[in-house]
């Protein structure tokens, strides 16, 4: 997959999308006739599977995919805007708190492991 021209990677890549479309049509198909758990879990099903198989195929085919000026400037949009948002969220002082408890929690946690709590 690694060696997959350009086009044959960015179809490799819209793939999923297009076969996890029906699962997705059909739950909606069972959230209309009455059947909303199962048509609720149903989405929920294919957007895990489809995500999970995007990311890996991500992973394998950047490269190629970056060869299309416009998936490139997307991605690097896209990249720029996780940065800036995952600082923002970073600085604040609820994020820190939730650091500092989490760092504490860890700490306990092995102590209790130890035996030493």
Request: proline residues 4%; charged residues 15%; positive net charge.
């Amino acid at each position: 997959m690694q060696r997959a021209p350009p086009r044959v990677a960015l179809a490799l890549f819209a793939a999923p999308a297009v076969l996890l479309l029906p699962l997705k049509l059909g739950a909606l198909a069972l959230i209309g006739s009455g059947h909303a758990v199962l048509g609720v879990a149903l989405v929920v099903g294919a957007k895990l599977l489809g995500t999970a198989v995007v990311g890996r195929l991500y992973v394998l085919l950047e490269p190629q995919l970056l060869h299309f000026a416009w998936l490139a400037a997307a991605i690097h949009g896209w990249q720029a805007w996780k940065r800036r948002t995952v600082a923002r969220v970073r600085a604040t002082g609820a994020w820190r708190a939730a650091h500092r408890l989490a760092a504490a929690v860890r700490t306990r946690w092995r102590r209790l492991r130890r035996g030493a709590g």
